[in-house]
């Protein structure tokens, strides 16, 4: 079955960084677009970053542009994301999701087939 196993989150200054890594099994990995969606408590889950198949676009919510980055490795079936100048309100679950294979790039949370179990993002003031 797929598994998706996140790691990396932990507690951080604001203005540190953290590097979320999610190690993909089950699938082609290289066939499904990847993407990283967050929730805080009491509110929706936010896509805050996608991937291509490929890796070659990604997209960025508003909240993360500019500090947050992307990026998978196809050979080792894993994605990645660069967290740059944290700030309190980034801190969440941080969840790895995967489209359906041979999909595109996908913004919205419900667009995603399969999702690890999540990893928290803890930013102190």
């Known amino acids: 079955q797929v598994q998706l196993v996140e790691s990396g989150g932990g507690l951080v200054q604001a203005g540190g960084s953290l590097r979320l890594s999610c190690a993909a099994s089950?699938?082609?990995?290289?066939?499904?677009?990847m993407g990283w969606v967050r929730q805080a408590p009491g509110k929706g889950r936010e896509v805050v970053a996608a991937?291509?198949?490929?890796?070659?676009?990604?997209n960025y919510a508003d909240s993360v542009k500019g500090r947050f980055t992307i990026s998978r490795d196809n050979a080792k079936n894993t994605v990645y994301l660069q967290m740059n100048a944290l700030k309190p309100e980034d801190a969440a679950v941080y969840y790895c999701?995967?489209?359906?294979?041979?999909?595109?790039?996908?913004?919205?949370?419900?667009?995603?087939?399969?999702w690890g179990q999540g990893t928290q993002v803890t930013v102190s003031s």
């Open positions: 999701a995967a489209t359906g294979p041979g999909s595109g790039l996908k913004v919205v949370e419900s667009a995603y087939n399969f």
């Open positions: 089950g699938l082609t990995f290289s066939n499904h677009a």
């Open positions: 991937i291509t198949r490929s890796g070659l676009f990604t």
